[in-house]
């Protein structure tokens, strides 16, 4: 079976790599073009490309996803299936050319979460269950019939780095799995509920910033959800803290949201309801550092400020 991967940032590996462990013919990878990234603006190539350059897979870059030449490529490969994880949206004109069509792996269990940041959303609703969906790709995002479906259990430590590494490796055995399945034509799929639809947009930096007037449950999913990107955070003195850790605290606040307490080596914040300790955080232009480490050098200055905006 020849098989056309497309796929961009490190989410994305898991899933060719047990495709190559397996002895699967992957014709190609297509991937963005490569990026200016950094202070230098170095020309950095996708997660995905520098894997697939590694295992000597042919890459192809198109700029523009409804480019005839990319169409002709893609057609001169003559390939069984498509196979998308993480990559952009592709028109029709793509996703038929395999001729078993082409199905994405999503990091939810469709039809929730349907959109670009399922993994940080589930935490932020503090969901205790997500999972991983593979589906057939229609014109409409995220609505194809599904095939195959994994439950993943969230747990309490869990953030977005963690949960979104659970996610990559479970979901690269469902790709596998759905590969076996459409080549031995053993599958059915079902059609979405669209009553039980929910969306995970992208996340912006107004989603980022802490509302202290919130609960503490809430602040601390929202935490949780965007640890270690993006990041969450509050203003104090003018100046952006982002903060990666927390810990609910089952004490009632005392003060308005937002007003902070130093406890020995505690940083407590009031919120809505209970307080939440900080664990870690990094202040504008600095390094990411230990709530003990943050008091030695900032004391002085919450105890100017009072209180995270």
Not at 217 to 229: A, D, K, Y
Not at 253 to 268: A, R, V, Y
Request: glycine residues 6%.
């Amino acid at each position: 079976m020849k098989i056309v991967f497309f796929g961009t940032p490190e989410f994305a590996i898991p899933s060719l790599k047990i495709l190559i462990e397996n002895n699967y013919n992957v014709v190609a990878v297509v991937t963005v073009p490569d990026k200016e990234k950094g202070r230098g603006l170095k020309v950095e190539p996708s997660p995905i490309k520098k894997f697939a350059l590694e295992n000597k897979l042919n890459v192809i870059q198109p700029e523009n996803l409804k480019d005839e030449n990319f169409h002709n490529q893609l057609k001169e490969l003559k390939p069984d299936l498509g196979i998308v994880v993480a990559y952009r949206i592709l028109p029709v004109e793509v996703y038929t050319i395999p001729v078993y069509g082409t199905f994405n792996l999503h990091a939810s269990l469709l039809p929730k979460y349907r959109g670009a940041a399922p993994i940080q959303w589930a935490l932020i609703n503090g969901e205790k269950v997500t999972g991983v969906t593979t589906f057939f790709l229609q014109q409409k995002v995220d609505t194809g019939n599904i095939i195959l479906q994994k439950e993943v259990a969230i747990d309490d430590e869990d953030n977005f780095y963690s949960l979104h590494n659970k996610l990559a490796q479970i979901g690269a055995e469902l790709v596998l799995e759905t590969v076996k399945r459409i080549e031995s034509g053993n599958f059915e799929v079902k059609q979405q509920n669209e009553m039980e639809a929910t969306l995970a947009p992208k996340i912006t930096k107004e989603i980022c910033r802490i509302k202290w007037n919130q609960s503490a449950i809430q602040i601390h999913n929202l935490i949780r959800g965007l640890s270690p990107v993006p990041g969450a955070f509050t203003v104090l003195g003018e100046k952006i803290y982002k903060i990666y850790k927390s810990k609910i605290i089952e004490s009632a606040s005392q003060q308005s949201p937002g007003n902070i307490l130093i406890d020995n080596e505690n940083l407590l914040v009031n919120t809505n309801d209970k307080l939440i300790s900080i664990l870690e955080i990094q202040p504008e232009s600095k390094k990411k550092m230990t709530v003990k480490e943050f008091l030695l050098g900032y004391r002085k200055l919450i105890e100017e400020y009072k209180k995270f905006e």
